[in-house]
């Protein structure tokens, strides 16, 4: 009888893939971080994440099983948990999947208990996406900005103050006085008057100015 059982084990172990075994317990909530995914792009997106090492060899993450959300076009923002294993890398997939070729994937490795941005976004035609942790810089009276910029040649003002952007990077937090038009890009005025005074966001901006806006 003890024979039986044991072969009936070992069969059952074979019959699944190291994959499916790992997948089914990869992460704990010791191994857990929060992500808020940003679309800020005018196309409809899917996100994917895997565990990208697998024995040594990448994961693909373009499978249904994968997939985390689907945003809509621009502003679209969504709030995940994702559990991951300790001392292995993400691999993070961003698709449009109603536009020929464009997709981007990228791998990072990620800490535990940490809050992230995802953000999506466009560099010229191309895709691209980039991620960071999230960062509250909030203070009373002022609206508090950090800008991503999605490409070269971008400057931020206020007054007489400027601040050269650099493309595919986050800037220091800057503060913010006059919701419409206190902050220019390029000497376009910016509107923030759907922020909140006192708190602090994500701004992707462009050539055109304002792009996407997130609480952080």
Not at 114 to 127: E, F, N, P, T, V
Not at 156 to 166: G, K, R, V, Y
Request: aromatic share 10%; proline share 1%; hydrophobic share 35%.
């Amino acid at each position: 009888m003890r024979t039986i059982l044991l072969a009936s084990a070992m069969l059952t172990l074979g019959a699944c893939s190291s994959e499916d075994i790992e997948t089914a317990n990869f992460g704990s909530d010791y191994y857990k971080s929060d992500y808020q995914l940003i679309n800020a792009t005018d196309l409809e997106l899917d996100f994917y994440m895997a565990n990208s090492e697998l024995d040594g060899d990448e994961r693909d993450p373009f499978k249904d099983k994968y997939k985390v959300a689907h945003l809509a076009r621009l502003e679209e923002i969504k709030q995940i948990s994702h559990e991951h294993n300790v001392e292995r890398e993400v691999s993070f997939y961003v698709h449009a999947p109603y536009a020929s070729k464009a997709s981007y994937k990228e791998a990072h490795k990620v800490k535990r208990d940490r809050h992230y941005q995802w953000l999506a976004w466009k560099s010229g035609d191309a895709l691209s996406h980039s991620l960071f942790e999230k960062h509250e810089s909030n203070k009373e009276g002022v609206i508090r900005v950090r800008l991503f910029a999605t490409q070269a040649d971008l400057h931020a003002s206020q007054n007489d103050n400027q601040l050269t952007l650099t493309a595919g990077k986050v800037s220091d937090f800057q503060s913010v006085q006059q919701c419409n038009g206190g902050l220019k890009i390029n000497q376009i005025p910016v509107n923030l008057c759907d922020a909140s005074f006192g708190r602090s966001y994500l701004l992707v901006v462009g050539d055109q100015g304002r792009i996407a806006l997130a609480l952080e």
